[in-house]
């Protein structure tokens, strides 16, 4: 149980393209989904928490306009990186935490890594 | 806001040999959880822990959750190549935050 599909898992583009990325959880609900970035050889930072039905909510010091976050049911939130350029190449990894609430571990998918070109 | 301090930051062992790594917080945790993560692929959950001073053991993994709820440490007994990988801690009640990592090479 607890699956959460993430795609795609790798994107290669030219730079000014727009690139969407999307995450689902595939066996559960899932009212808040989180999305990371991830450089290599470090932890993951926590970008935003997609709330379903409502704005995301996005860490001091992330674009909101660069990283547009969707999440319009409940086992799919969605992150576009916005002309994309190559400082915006990194692993991209997605969460979701089930509906019974705050205080439940997430689940992650196996992340999407971007290069830009 | 809360941080997460994991030592060490590299560890680099033989099979066989035994490990430990810590998780510390500038605060109380309202829950941890442990994970694992190998390259190119997402974190795996290995276990969540919720009462002060509580243990759970995990195969050769034992998980220790300090009395004043503020720390943390996995003690891997006998390490195998197969627990190579980032180990990571994680808090948080609505949003969550992750440890700075321990990176695990254990050579055959």
């Known amino acids: 149980g607890a699956v959460v599909s993430q795609h795609p898992s790798w994107v290669i583009c030219k730079s000014g393209t727009s690139v969407k990325i999307e995450c689902r959880s595939l066996d559960f609900q899932a009212t808040t989904m989180f999305w990371y970035r991830q450089f290599p050889k470090q932890s993951l930072m926590l970008m935003a928490t997609s709330n379903e039905g409502s704005k995301a909510t996005y860490e001091q010091g992330v674009e909101k306009d660069k990283f547009l976050i969707n999440h319009a049911s409940l086992t799919l939130s969605t992150l576009t990186v916005t002309s994309a350029h190559p400082e915006d190449s990194s692993f991209y990894i997605c969460?979701?935490?089930?509906?019974?609430?705050?205080?439940?571990?997430?689940?992650f998918g196996d992340g999407t890594r971007l290069s830009i070109l | 806001t809360q941080l997460l301090e994991q030592s060490p930051q590299f560890l680099s062992i033989q099979e066989g040999e035994n490990l430990t790594v810590y998780c510390n917080s500038s605060?109380?945790?309202?829950?941890l959880q442990w994970y694992r993560q190998e390259p190119g692929e997402g974190p795996v959950l290995l276990v969540t822990?919720?009462?002060?001073?509580e243990v759970k053991k995990l195969k050769r993994l034992t998980f220790q959750f300090g009395d004043a709820r503020k720390d943390s440490s996995l003690h891997i007994t006998a390490a195998q190549p197969g627990d190579t990988g980032l180990y990571l801690c994680s808090s948080g009640t609505y949003k969550y935050i992750f440890g700075t990592g321990t990176r695990l090479k254990v050579l055959a």
């Open positions: 822990v919720v009462t002060g001073g």
């Open positions: 605060s109380v945790f309202s829950s």
């Open positions: 969460s979701a935490r089930d509906t019974t609430g705050a205080g439940q571990p997430q689940h």
